[in-house]
């Protein structure tokens, strides 16, 4: 039976195919396609990108960075986007913006880094992370655990620009005003993709993003058709990226430290063998959920998501190419765990399902708590109601999707997933 929506709340399209463009948009695309067609438009390069981030972080002419691991990476997106992706005029400008902006971040933090040698020896709080197939409650639950303030978190604007401004400058931080901007301009420009997956700059991020500065994350293949990058990206060792990504996270240690980080992506699944060799001090929670419900409404994300920047997603595609990518995730997460010995194991790993995160969220915080040493007190179980009776479902629409859309069935999954439903005895959920 479909929930009963409040008077005023609207649904999101499932007409994947047709997007929805603003008018002001439609009109640039326009004008983009005409002077694409007259061959005037520059076609998107690695070289004119390293130059415009090293000057964007203010950097001399034809500096390339003080680890280079990032540039294959980069080279790969780069020719994957351009060859691939069939973005419109407006989601080439972003994309270029985008991986210019991510470079540039790189760039200030190495130079914040090399200025400030300090920051590295430090000792890195005991990380919290999060993990497991989207859509399965992770956020939910790395915002709760976020509330409770001996735990930090990484907010979007900071994801987005790891680098703080010098002391001297006063007034709000410019990644606050930056971020605030980018979260306006996405709800305006893609309401739909805002209803399925809400930004809000203050709110706690995912750590993905921090994998994106060396070019080695799975978000370009989450908002982009870029299949090439996305093989690349299963056949290329991982390490350089965590090992960046923890020099981040000390980065930002430095300018506000905690007892404990909380982290959360479910990109995590698939690398969890790197993950615990570059942060052997980890705690893994690993969330599950009959994956019947989570494929669809991921692939309806992913779909909306295409839909910013191309004018022609392919929904069978993305259909074929996310359930084999979600298996693997699943697969690869299990065979590491399998690999370790069951003292390991238990002392690394703990599994929360989505029912129980829905009908009981304080039980499963003390238990999580309990697991990771830490006393649940009365302040943290206030903090952690106070976010839930804050956050309500459906504040920017109700998200609606078929996994029909995408070309997959309900049997179909579960007989894809049966293996590990079977292992974490996850039910069948209508």
């Known amino acids: 039976m479909a929930e009963a929506l409040a008077p005023g709340i609207r649904e999101t399209s499932r007409d994947y195919h047709n997007p929805y463009r603003p008018f002001p948009l439609s009109i640039v695309n326009a ?78 933090a190495e130079r914040l880094l090399m200025m400030r040698p300090d920051i590295l020896s430090a000792r890195l709080a005991p990380p919290v992370i999060i993990t497991g197939l989207q859509r399965t409650g992770t956020t939910l639950l790395h915002r709760l655990l976020a509330a409770d303030r001996r735990f930090r978190s990484l907010s979007s604007w900071e994801v987005l620009d790891p680098s703080p401004p010098p002391a001297s400058r006063r007034g709000e931080d410019p990644r606050l005003k930056a971020a605030r901007r980018a979260e306006k301009g996405a709800a305006w420009m893609a ?111 992913v779909g909306h998501g295409y839909g910013m920047f191309s004018d022609s997603p392919d929904t069978m595609e993305i259909g074929r190419h996310w359930n084999r990518k979600c298996r693997r995730m699943v697969e690869k997460g299990m065979a590491y765990r399998r690999s370790l010995s069951p ?58 999707y078929r996994l029909s859309d995408f070309g997959l069935c309900t049997d179909e999954i579960r007989a894809d997933y049966s293996d590990y439903r079977t292992v974490y005895a996850i039910p069948d959920e209508e």
Request: charge should be negative; avoid cysteine.
């Open 343 to 400: 003292e390991t194991e238990a002392g690394t790993f703990m599994d929360i399902r989505f029912s129980d995160l829905i009908t009981d969220p304080v039980a499963v915080l003390k238990r999580i708590y309990g697991f990771i040493g830490l006393e649940f007190d009365n302040t943290a179980e206030e903090e952690a109601r106070g976010f839930l009776n804050s956050n309500g479902r459906h504040r920017f629409g109700r998200h609606v």
């Open 31 to 108: 004008v983009g396609r005409i002077v694409e067609s007259a061959g005037f438009s520059r076609p998107m390069a690695v070289e004119p990108i390293i130059r415009a981030a090293g000057k964007a972080a203010g950097l001399p002419s034809g500096y390339l960075g003080e680890d280079q691991s990032y540039r294959e990476g980069l080279d790969v997106l780069v020719d994957s986007v351009e060859s691939e992706s069939r973005l419109n005029p407006i989601g080439k400008m972003i994309t270029r913006s985008r991986l210019t902006g991510i470079l540039r971040a790189r760039f200030q």
């Open 191 to 301: 309401p739909d993709f805002f209803a399925v997956h809400p930004i809000d700059h203050r709110a706690p991020e995912e750590d993905v993003l921090l994998l994106d500065n060396s070019f080695r994350s799975t978000v370009a293949e989450a908002i982009l058709r870029v299949p090439s990058y996305a093989a690349w990206l299963e056949s290329v060792d991982s390490t350089p990226a965590y090992e960046f990504m923890r020099k981040l996270l000390l980065l930002f240690q430095a300018e506000d430290t905690r007892p404990w980080w909380v982290l959360k992506t479910p990109h995590h699944l698939e690398y969890l063998d790197i993950l615990l060799k570059v942060f052997p001090e980890a705690k893994v929670i690993q969330t599950h959920r009959d994956p019947a419900q989570t494929t669809g409404s991921f692939l309806s994300m």
